[in-house]
């Protein structure tokens, strides 16, 4: 490879890896004065609203008992309560396993439990290795040092877990008191127990029982087998592990509340009107069921009492919601109904969010492609109408956006006033690198339909949100339903879809979303290499296999142009010396030294691009595997070797070493890092093998200015490692492949090349012109490339001059 085409090949590489890891802050957001000071929790402030809203109910119906209405409908009231509908049994062939909180009445957690052909989660978490026990929804024990169980779901470890006196699995109201070893007070607690686990081993748990009125509690010891952790696709931002970031609100996905009660609405701006509270801390009765099929559902109800809706002018108001999770889909179905409990006709609307806290997974050195210029963040708003298309806005977006602008927290996506095209949802939901959530309509409609004003929100306090982590800001959406008068002890009832699950091809097409995958400019590249890809996986059962025979089949198709460039780099070095003869007559002068090089290349036939075909045909074939390694699924959580080891995660960096805790932010840093937390090798063995690669073919240096060439090139080579040290393993493997195979192949390449000179020289020593020797040698004749570089070396003819007698004379002036 000569000089120039390694240049050129460096030069594109570092200036794409640079422009993909500033992408997302080319409009940078407004910086945060005074971080410390602003920042806010998000679960405390969660949890200051709802007190609040606590305290406003209570209030409202002390004040209607005082008045002795003794008629007046009270607001739902109760405790703390968790609720699931799914599995993560296999033989229940559940794919979801989605828990409720009645605290809100809404989704607190959608985990993702589908099998794969031999058993195993087909997908589960990529940012831990550790053993999975369950989730708990644990909070701190009142009566013992120990942390007590709200919610076991069915499948979970814990809920098949074997105590000593054959008791069957941890239940809901058990204190667990100790882990192992490790004694328990807090969530935090059990997380550290489980650190140095993994899938597959047993631990012990210790757990207190209620023995029943007046009975002494028991402690049951119990063995658990641990399994993989199932993905979390939606959970609260408190729940996020080390991908938590400050400022993301703690929130419960898919609330409602009503929107308007007559003439009063929700005022612009806000997300509820405040004489009702946040829907946060309305509290709903549940009840499961099963269905045909294995189906099962939740129905969630609650009443906004009489106090309350008096003041809106209102009478009271009765929501209810069904969930409903059937067998080998991805679809939670949704029905929403608002039911009249006064005496009078009423204007009633209401108000749905979407789902938030979507998975933040590879978040800080993942590069989610999209058509936006500016780039996306981890989570984007995804909508498509009749007017609009398909569009994405941006979590960034948002976030710079009400930085600006602290006071409108939405950003409106249609209106009551829009006109009928922009009102016309197919889908709206929430977008991640692998995985989506979003509302479809019901089975059989082409539209999501009754919604008058759709909008983005932030689920964050803007000022909270450090820099450098802004990819990472939690959003969602609402819904605002068409006002429908609704007569005394009368409803009226909408149904809607929720897709949680991957974004595989044919799985949303199947669901008109297909749009939620987008590949970029290499779109064609990206489809074909990943099909390739796929067909090779089948063969050899491993993709790091896949992406290196793939590497063999690119790069053996090329060795014809391979050769060629040699040849040309052959080609290089015989005209260096004349190069250099011209350089000391051109010394001075840069332009007369850059033309007369050009003409001698011109005058023997020599095309210096030419040795960069290979690389211009390799730059489609690298950026089409970095996006296909971005975009599709089927790659993610696929090992180079152990599901559980070293490089588990090509689609993600190797991540051989975690020293995140040893090294400063400004290195190892989420998203503020120039390397990430984690030592990965296979960067540095690219590197190597660049710089291998140069040493070997690059010729030597003929004057100081060459020197300083090769050593710029050492030195971007090294410095072109930073942007190569978080892209995925899968594409550092095609890279080393590729380098491998280029020694090799120059090595074998150089023994086929002519041993005599390509150009003769004349007396002195000079280059002779290979084009009039390749015509004498030819009886004349020239080839196509020498008849088009005579054509373009040939001048225009000068207009012809009339003689001084024959020019006409000027016409005379006017005085």
Known sequence: MDRRTYTFL??????????????????????????????????????????????????????????????????????????????????????LLVTFRNRGGAIERIEVTKRDSEGNLAFRRVDTQTGYLGYFAGTPSSKIDGVTVNVVGPGTPAALAKAKNGTTGIQTGDIILAIGETAIQTNSDIEAALAKTEPGHSVTVEVQREAGTGQ???????????????????????????????????????????????????????????????????????????????????????????????????????????FTVTPGSFVVDMDVEVTNLGSKPQDLAYRLEGANGITLEGWWYSNKISPNFSGAAARDIVYRTAADGHTLISGVTLLKEQRKDPENAFEGIFASDSESSAKDLKYIGVDAQYFAVAFLPEDGESALKGYSRAEAMLVANESGIEKHKERAVNVSFSLNSDSVQVAPNESFKQSLRIFAGPKEPELLASYGIGDFIYYGWFAIFSSILSGLLHVLHSVVGNYAVAIILLTVIVRGAMFPLSRNAAVNAQKMQELAPEMKKIAEKYKDDMEGRLKAQQALQKRVGFNPLAGCLPMFLQLPIFMGLYRALSVDIELRQKPFWSPTGWASNLAAPDQFMYWGDSMTDFIAGRGTGWLGPYLNILPIIVVILFITQQKLFMPPATDEQTAMTQKMMTFMTLFMGLFFFRVPAGLCLYFIASSMWGIGERMMVKKTLPSGKHFDLDADGDVLDAVSVSAKKN?????????????????????????????????????
């Open 779 to 815: 009886d004349g004749k020239q080839t196509l490339a020498e008849r088009l570089m005579s054509q373009m070396q040939q001048k225009e003819p000068e207009p012809a001059v009339a003689r001084p007698n024959k020019r006409k004379r000027p016409p005379n002036k006017k005085k």
């Open 10 to 95: 460096l030069l594109s590489a570092a200036f794409f890896f640079f422009y993909m890891s500033i992408r997302s802050q080319i409009v940078p957001p407004e910086n945060v004065e005074n971080d410390a000071v602003a920042q806010v929790d998000g679960d405390n402030a969660e949890q200051a609203t709802a007190a609040d809203a606590e305290n406003t109910d209570a209030e409202q119906s002390d004040n209607a008992e005082a008045n002795g209405n003794e008629d007046a409908i009270q607001s739902t009231e109760g405790d703390d309560e968790w609720f699931t509908i799914g599995s993560m049994d296999p033989a229940s062939n559940q794919n």
């Open 216 to 322: 002494t509690p028991v402690k049951l010891l119990f063995d658990v087998e641990l399994s993989q952790h199932p993905l979390d696709l939606v959970r609260l931002a408190e729940d996020g592990g080390d991908d938590q970031i400050a400022g993301n609100l703690s929130r419960l996905s898919c609330l409602v509340t009503l929107a308007q009660a007559n003439n009063k609405r929700i005022p612009s701006g806000e997300r509820f009107m405040k004489a009702l509270g946040d829907p946060s801390a309305q509290y709903w009765s549940a009840s499961t069921s099963e269905g045909e099929g294995g189906s099962q559902s939740i129905k969630l109800e609650t009443v906004i009492g009489s106090a309350a809706m008096e003041e809106i002018g209102g009478e009271p108001v009765r929501l209810a919601r069904t």
